[in-house]
Each structure stands twice: as C-alpha cells, then as structure tokens.
C-alpha cells in the first residue's frame, strides 16, 4: 500500500441531474462497504455550461434545453422522464420541470470554501444541499442568499462566505479541475475515479458502485497495478446536455 487511504476524485456539475443521483448512489453503496473508512473523496468541479447567468438571473431549465441546448421538446420530456424514474428508484425527489437552469461557478466556490474552512464532510453537505435546492426545490443556485443559506447550515461563517462571493477565491481551482478532467479524458459527468485505476461515469446502479469498490481495495491491499477501466451509465456532457 503506498498511501494510506484510497483516493477518490468526482467531477460533477450542480445542475447535472445524473451527479445527483451518482452522489446517492455512491454514498449507498459506501454504506455497505466493509472498508469505507478507508475511502477518501475529494469533489472536483466542472461546469456543463460556464456562459449560463449568475447572481441569480438564471432561467428555466426547460427554456435552457430547448433554446440553448437545441433539444426538442419531445426529447427533454423523454429525458425528464427518464431522470424521474432514477431519481424514484434513489428514494429522491425531482422537480426538473421547474427547475431553474444558472451559473455553477459560485456554487463550486462555495464547495471549495466549505472543504476548505469546513468540518469533515461539510463539502459534501453542500453538493447534497444544492443539489436538493436544484432538483427538489426549484431553486436558483447561483443566488447569493441561497449559497450564504447553504453554507452557513453546512457550519461555514457567513462572513467568509461573503467575503468570497465577493472575491475571485477558487476561479484559478475550478479551472485547473476542469483542466484536469480533459486531461484525463474525459468529457462527462458525473466521474468517479478510484485510485486512478477504475472510473465510474454516470449513475449507475448502487451494485456497480459497491463491485467497484471492492476491486480496488482488493487491488490496493495487494498494490496491483491496472490499467484505467470505465464503467458508462447515463451522464451528462460538455454541451449541457444530458442522456436520455
């Protein structure tokens, strides 16, 4: 064993559905992995579309697909209907057809501020609390009262929060992430990326999740090499668009 936790990067994006759905059933399948304590997670941005508006101007998503994204109206209710049937089948609510699509820029920042300055697990409070304000909520992410809400529930102080919003605080880490992940090659999300050896892309089944895992701790314990191996589920690509 080289280190002495196994490391595991996620890029993801707020508004992508299929992140949130990975995230639940990433954090399902930990729950039964004998192992878990030894897993170490670090979520790493990327922004479907970077040239959505901020400060809460954004815009309803079914306009953002059908306009922006060119999609007919037939395929984002196909999607939606699709996204809806994962979300049940996950034990979570969506509202994507009120949903309103913005700017993810600020609340990556905010993400990077709470792994920051944040107890254990406050960055992953606010992926899961933005997540729901998006999906369940119908609310616009990119708002600066909603992100000071977010954080402070997640034990952040309001006055740091602030005072980044106001700054350009983690802009030059959320570039270098996206960077990092077409580097990598790789163009979708959500990317789970064990060790640098096993990637799950997409949200795919808690079973996958959990089979992933064990063979990298098997891998891990032995330290055997492999080879990158991709597991592909339903995800959601650079040109905003999600899979049906």
Request: aromatic content about 10%; glycine content about 6%.
């Amino acid at each position: 064993m080289s280190t002495n936790k196994i490391k595991v990067e996620v890029w993801s994006d707020i508004m992508c559905p299929y992140c949130y759905i990975g995230k639940n059933h990433y954090e399902k399948a930990l729950s039964q992995f004998e192992h878990a304590d030894l897993l170490e997670i670090e979520w790493k941005a990327f922004q479907l579309n970077p040239n959505l508006p901020d400060k809460g101007n954004g815009y309803p998503v079914t306009e953002y697909l059908t306009n922006t994204a060119g999609m007919s109206e037939d395929r984002v209710n196909r999607m939606f209907e699709n996204v809806k049937k994962l979300a049940d089948d996950a034990g979570l609510k969506f509202n994507l057809n009120n949903s309103i699509a913005a700017n993810s820029r600020d609340a990556h920042r905010l993400i990077k501020l709470a792994k920051q300055k944040g107890a254990p697990g406050a960055d992953s409070k606010v992926i899961g609390d933005l997540g729901k304000a998006y999906f369940e909520d119908a609310k616009d992410y990119s708002d600066w009262d909603l992100l000071v809400s977010i954080g402070k529930d997640a034990g952040l102080l309001e006055s740091d929060i602030i005072n980044m919003l106001n700054s350009d605080d983690f802009i030059y880490e959320i570039t270098q992430d996206i960077q990092e992940a077409h580097n990598l090659g790789f163009d979708t999300v959500p990317t789970f990326l064990f060790e640098r050896t096993q990637a799950i892309v997409g949200s795919e089944p808690v079973d996958l999740f959990l089979k992933v895992m064990n063979k990298v701790y098997n891998n891990w314990i032995t330290s055997t090499e492999n080879k990158l191996e991709v597991e592909k589920g339903k995800s959601c690509s650079i040109d905003g668009t999600c899979e049906i």
